[in-house]
């Protein structure tokens, strides 16, 4: 195990001095207590002298025995506590959307985003697809995507992107925009709803109309490394015909072609899970995301949507630095 | 003044010996206990906060840097001992280049000298079995350290028992288009990589001769011959006209400028994944950031974009223990049992 604190004072002094103070035979001296059996011949030997007493591995069989006890143990109490928690989280989150209701009312939201310092210019949300979509799972997700979308127009973020894996919402596009603009409509009023665009890749644009408004951008598991793919067989198909050189194919290059074609980098991203799970989310896009999550979520709740908000807005960016 | 009090005698206390052996026995047991379960294969930490951490508790940057590698090598010691296979860590970023020049060059110093002294250290770490391998971009590794980094290598290639992945000056954007480029290049040199496993020469041989048994039952005049236009399999994808009789124009295609490039509808996922850095390494399990920080910052984008389970952990890196290790690692086991019974049920 780790250093005993004897030891460790002796290393740091060591490291403190620029490794003039032990020469390397003693600092293998050092080492040596911590480090397992040397490997394979040397072992049993070793092993034989050790425990000469219990031939049979009856010691051995006793500690396998208490290990499979204690693990037995300990993920009971684990368990056990994380079902606790996870009801308690539950019912406190239940309780605090109940006070802390939006009741569908833009200037309610705008009103909480108002104190914040800065807001996502593209958020992006992790939905899922219940039951492998059987049942009424598809009329459910689309009344998610139409919500959270009330949200952000409301609290005027201007992109929002949804992952969903399967891609199934890419299908069913013209009923997504109608439905999406209906909510809008409920909220915001027939005359100052927002336009909505909606994007996907390789599917045309349906937009409402001219007006800036809402971009909605759907995203499916085909646009993550699927995209990538395909993006190298474009670029692979030009330099054997010689269109482009090997060399001038640089991360910008890439970085460009796979922000126009798929998504932009987004900067906040939202999941409903109650741990985050990427489930395939394009990997070139989410570099520098804020990625939240709350612990035993269950659902979409705009409790995490506003406490995403305001996470956001209180992380600081270094790049690096 | 008795919370200064208080707190010299807790530090004495944990310091003193038993108490340190039995945190060591406690300890060893604990991990026997959880290598009853699952183990993760493949592990990859972001060690962040070791500046913050300096900030925190008033000491120099660089003294951050030296307890973050006092960290690193508990953890590893923690992960090879309850049985993972692969440890990536991000030691250094491209975009870290941009930090104060004193702390760049002390970082590399750091890095330095303890890959000097693994080197003369090489027989202490075949007890563990562990190779190093150093991912990233090599041609912005510091001249002096250059030699240390491929001694390291080099002396402990032949370990197999488990893996230690420095990603050292490296993104994982970085990382991505050289494997592009690389797949790019392996569909754009003229040699063939491999024999698509069906032919379509051969097909077309073998249903050209059923044609021709055919007609041969039927008239018994024809004689067919099969091996005549057996041409070779390395056009991949359009047969050569010779090998195909006049009378079967069904089957008859143009002749085509035999293609001397693979055809770049054969990539795939995992072609690019095979010129990653990590392309022999199992699958990443599990994520760990520290200091609370939810971004992955260019880190592992490709490798965690499915099944990874991401952790991100509210301690700096120099204070990471077993005990932050522990709840993350019963965790997921955790999962991994309930996903487990998921699966069966829908079965």
């Known amino acids: 195990m780790s250093f005993i604190s004897k030891d460790t004072q002796i290393y740091r002094e060591d490291e403190k001095s620029g490794h003039k103070k032990l020469r390397p035979e003693q600092r293998e001296e050092l080492l040596k207590n911590y480090l397992p059996a040397p490997p394979s011949r040397q072992r049993s030997s070793s092993r034989a002298r050790k425990q000469g007493s219990s031939r049979l591995g009856v010691r051995r069989f006793l500690k396998a025995q208490l290990y499979a006890l204690l693990y037995l143990f300990i993920h009971a109490i684990f368990s056990l506590y994380i079902r606790t928690r996870g009801a308690y989280r539950a019912v406190s989150s239940r309780l605090i959307s109940i006070l802390k209701h939006h009741y569908n009312s833009p200037e309610y939201i705008a009103r909480d985003v108002a104190t914040l310092s800065r807001l996502p210019n593209h958020l992006s949300i992790i939905l899922t697809l219940e039951n492998g979509g059987r049942g009424d799972a598809l009329e459910k997700l689309v009344n998610e995507v139409s919500e959270v979308a009330a949200w952000c127009a409301a609290a005027g973020i201007p992109t929002l ?98 922000s126009e074609a798929v998504m932009s980098e987004p900067d906040l991203l939202i999941s409903f899970e109650p741990y985050v799970d990427l489930q395939g989310y394009p990997p070139w896009a989410i570099r520098l995301t804020e990625i939240h999550c709350a612990p035993d979520n269950q659902g979409v709740g705009y409790q995490l949507f506003l406490q995403a908000l305001r996470k956001y807005a209180q992380a600081t960016f270094k790049l690096g630095k | ?115 000097e002294q693994l080197v003369q250290h090489g027989e202490l770490l075949d007890r563990y079995g562990a190779c190093i391998r150093v991912l990233g971009e090599r041609d912005l590794i510091p001249d002096d350290v250059l030699p240390f980094v491929d001694r390291a290598v080099e002396m402990t290639k032949h370990n197999k028992d488990a893996v230690l992945n420095i990603c050292f000056p490296y993104t994982s954007r970085a990382e991505m288009t050289s494997a592009i480029k690389a797949t790019i290049d392996e569909f754009t040199s003229p040699s063939q990589p491999a024999k698509p496993p069906f032919s379509q020469t051969r097909i077309t041989q073998k249903i050209r001769s059923n044609y021709s048994k055919r007609t041969e039952s039927l008239d018994s005049i024809r004689e067919a011959s099969p091996d005549a236009g057996a041409k070779s399999d390395v056009d991949d994808s359009m047969s050569s006209t010779t090998a195909l009789d006049p009378e079967s124009p069904t089957l008859e295609s143009t002749t085509t400028k035999p293609r001397r490039f693979p055809n770049p509808e054969n990539i795939t996922a995992d ?25 992955l910052s260019d880190f592992m984008l490709w490798q965690c974009h499915e099944n990874t389970h991401i952790f991100f952990l509210k301690c700096f890196w120099p204070e990471f223990d077993l005990w932050h290790f522990v709840p993350v690692l019963l965790e997921w086991q955790w999962r991994q049992k309930k996903l487990l019974e998921k699966e069966l049920s829908r079965k």
């Open chain 1, 161 to 258: 992107s949804v992952y969903e894996k399967t891609g199934v919402l890419k299908r069913y596009m013209t009923q997504t925009h109608r439905s999406v603009c209906h909510r809008l409509k409920i909220w915001f009023g027939k005359h100052q709803v927002p336009a909505l665009a909606l994007f996907a890749r390789g599917a045309p644009t349906i937009r409402s109309h001219s007006r800036q408004g809402l971009d909605l951008i759907l995203v499916s598991e085909d646009d993550g490394r699927e995209a990538m793919v395909d993006l190298t067989r474009v670029l692979t198909e030009m330099v054997q015909k010689e269109k482009i050189a090997a060399e001038d194919i640089t991360m910008d290059v890439i970085d460009n072609e796979l």
């Open chain 2, 1 to 115: 003044m008795s919370d200064l009090y208080l707190s010299h005698i807790r530090n004495w206390f944990w310091k003193s010996p038993p108490a340190e052996w039995f945190m060591r026995g406690a300890k060893e047991v604990l991990i026997g206990t959880l290598k009853q379960g699952p183990i993760p294969k493949h592990v990859a930490f972001e060690m962040d906060g070791n500046r913050r951490f300096a900030k925190n508790h008033k000491i120099e940057t660089i003294e951050g840097h030296h307890l973050g590698f006092e960290a690193l090598a508990r953890v590893l010691e923690i992960c090879y001992k309850s049985g993972v296979k692969v440890v990536t860590v991000y030691a250094f970023s491209i975009e870290n280049f941009n930090r104060p020049r004193g702390e760049v060059k002390g970082l590399m110093a750091l890095a330095k000298v303890k890959l």
């Open chain 2, 271 to 295: 072609t690019i994944n095979s010129h990653t850095y990590t392309a022999e390494c199992p699958p990443l399990d599990i994520f760990i950031r520290t200091s609370n920080v939810t971004r």
